[in-house]
T-cell receptor, first 115, second 113 residues
Framework: ETGVTQSPTHLIKTRGQQVTLRCSSQ?????VSWYQQALGQGPQFIFQ???????GRGNFPPRFSGLQFPNYSSELNVNALELDDSALYLC??????????????FGPGTRLTVL | GESVGLHLPTLSVQEGDNSIINCAYS??????FIWYKQESGKGPQFIID?????DKRQGQRVTVLLNKTVKHLSLQIAATQPGDSAVYFC????????????FGAGTQVVVTP
């Protein structure tokens, strides 16, 4: 158990729609990172939030956006969905900069299918 | 159901044998490396990590070796068990900031009886 939960577990959308994915964890993990994992590939870093502010972004377009809330929950929003957005979306929590461990705890992911 | 390991390199290992999984990383500035295990339908699970000031670290049945000269990382699993069947990923921090990981392509490990 990593203490990280994601919802929903599965989701089907059509091209052009918008989607919101959610992540929550036990308190104390004030940094959240989101990753996209296409089938048969390793996770790709989307962005990271620290203390409710974006703290770095990977090579993803602006239609991928996020939020982090004071209760440590987080959202990933994707607008104008494309077929290639079909993937497993992973949320990872970690204690935050300055902590002795950089270990990231992953949630089970949300499987998004875009038709 | 669909497999996370589809199209990935596969390592077949007999139960009880030792497994060695290799990984080449790209960023010479990376100072932190992690091995993750991912079972079908689940998120990556932390196995072991190592910092760049070390060349070897041991855990329970696992050892990670780091060769910074050739930018190579390996994971050794002793006495491989059926429960070790999964996809294994190495990950490096991106070097420009803390806590952002770049994952390798992954290796599917299949343990046969």
């Amino acid at each position: 158990e990593t203490g990280v939960t994601q919802s929903p577990t599965h989701l089907i959308k059509t091209r052009g729609q918008q989607v919101t994915l959610r992540c929550s964890s036990q308190s104390g993990h004030n940094t959240v990172s989101w990753y996209q994992q296409a089938l048969g590939q390793g996770p790709q870093f989307i962005f990271q939030y620290y203390r409710e502010e974006e703290n770095g972004r990977g090579n993803f377009p602006p239609r991928f956006s996020g939020l982090q809330f004071p209760n440590y929950s987080s959202e990933l929003n994707v607008n104008a969905l494309e077929l290639d957005d079909s993937a497993l979306y992973l949320c990872a929590r970690s204690p935050g900069p300055g902590n002795s461990s950089d270990e990231q705890f992953f949630g089970p992911g949300t499987r998004l299918t875009v038709l | 159901g669909e497999s996370v390991g589809l199209h990935l390199p596969t390592l077949s290992v007999q139960e009880g044998d030792n497994s060695i999984i290799n990984c080449a990383y790209s960023n010479s500035a990376s100072d932190y490396f992690i091995w993750y295990k991912q079972e079908s339908g689940k998120g990556p699970q932390f196995i072991i990590d190592i910092r760049s000031n070390m060349d070897k670290r041991q855990g329970q049945r696992v050892t990670v070796l780091l060769n910074k000269t050739v930018k190579h990382l390996s994971l050794q699993i002793a006495a491989t068990q059926p429960g070790d069947s999964a996809v294994y990923f190495c990950a490096e921090n991106l070097g420009d900031s803390w806590g952002k990981l770049q994952f390798g392509a992954g290796t599917q490990v299949v343990v046969t009886p």
